[in-house]
C-alpha cells in the first residue's frame, strides 16, 4: 500500500516566491498533519484536519501560511511570500482516527524547502 | 505552552553498549510515543505507551511511561549501528507535540 506522498522533495526558490507543498494521505485516513522541521525547533505541529476540515491552526507562523483540504486525498500548503527563515523540512502525516486521539501518525518523507 | 525536553541532544556510542535517553515534561499526557527517524525519512512509531508505570519491550528496545505520565525512558541494550537514528518522543494529549530529539550514532 501506499504510504502518505508529498512533493516536491526538493524546493529552493527565492524569496518573496510562492511556494506550494502537496500531500496525498493514506487512503481511509481521517486526520492529516502539517509539520515543520528544523534543528533549531525541532518538529512543529502547523495545522491539523479532521475529515478535511481545519481543526487546529494555531501553529501556523504567520498570515504568510496557508493550508487547505479540498478533499479526502488532497492537501496543500502554500507560503506567500516565503523568506529565507521559512527554509526547513515540511511534512506531511495522516492518521486513520480524528485527532486528537490519533495513535499512530504515518509521515510522508517531506518537502525539504530552501528560500534563498 | 506543553514542552517535551528530550536528553541527551546527541549521544555517540560503540556497538555492544547500553544506553537511556529521556523524554520529560511538567505537563502530563494521555499517551506518549517514541518514533526513530532516519535521515530523508519521516518519523516512524516505534511505540506508545498509554499507563503510568507502563512497560514495553520492542527486541532490544524497552520504553518506560513514568508514573506520573510526565516522563519517559528508552534503554536500548547492545546497540547495533542499525540502531542509528534520531528518536524523538511525542505526547498526546489536545494535540500531539514533539519533542527535539535524540540523535543517536552507534560505531561498529
Known amino acids: 500500500d501506499a504510504g502518505v506522498i508529498q512533493s516536491p522533495r526538493h524546493e529552493v526558490t527565492e524569496m518573496g516566491q510562492e511556494v506550494t507543498l502537496r500531500c496525498k494521505p493514506i487512503?481511509?485516513?481521517?486526520?492529516l498533519f502539517w509539520y515543520r522541521q528544523t534543528m533549531m525547533r525541532g518538529l512543529e505541529l502547523l495545522i491539523y484536519?479532521?475529515?478535511?476540515?481545519?481543526?487546529?491552526d494555531s501553529g501556523m507562523p504567520e498570515d504568510r501560511f496557508s493550508a487547505k483540504m479540498p478533499n479526502a486525498s488532497f492537501s496543500t500548503l502554500k507560503i506567500q511570500p516565503s523568506e529565507p527563515r521559512d527554509s526547513a523540512v515540511y511534512f506531511c502525516?495522516?492518521?486513520?482516527?480524528?485527532?486528537?486521539?490519533?495513535?499512530?501518525?504515518?509521515f510522508g518523507e517531506g518537502s525539504r524547502l530552501t528560500v534563498l | 505552552t506543553q514542552l517535551l525536553e528530550q536528553s541527551p541532544q546527541f549521544l555517540s556510542i560503540q556497538e555492544g553498549e547500553n544506553l537511556t535517553v529521556y523524554c520529560n515534561s511538567s505537563?502530563?499526557?494521555?499517551?506518549l510515543q517514541w518514533y526513530r527517524q532516519e535521515p530523508g525519512e519521516g518519523p516512524v512509531l516505534l511505540v506508545t505507551?498509554?499507563?503510568?508505570?507502563e512497560v514495553k519491550k520492542l527486541k532490544r528496545l524497552t520504553f518506560q511511561f513514568g508514573d506520573a505520565r510526565k516522563d519517559s525512558s528508552l534503554h536500548i541494550t547492545a546497540a547495533q549501528p542499525g540502531d542509528t537514528g534520531l528518536y524523538l518522543c511525542?505526547?498526546?494529549?489536545?494535540?500531539?507535540?514533539f519533542g527535539k530529539g535524540t540523535r543517536l550514532h552507534i560505531l561498529p
Open positions: 511525542a505526547g498526546l494529549d489536545d494535540k500531539i507535540i
Open positions: 505507551v498509554v499507563t503510568g508505570g
Open positions: 487512503s481511509g485516513h481521517n486526520s
Open positions: 484536519f479532521n475529515n478535511n476540515v481545519p481543526i487546529d
Open positions: 502525516a495522516s492518521s486513520p482516527r480524528e485527532a486528537p486521539n490519533t495513535g499512530e501518525l504515518f
Open positions: 505537563s502530563v499526557f494521555s499517551s
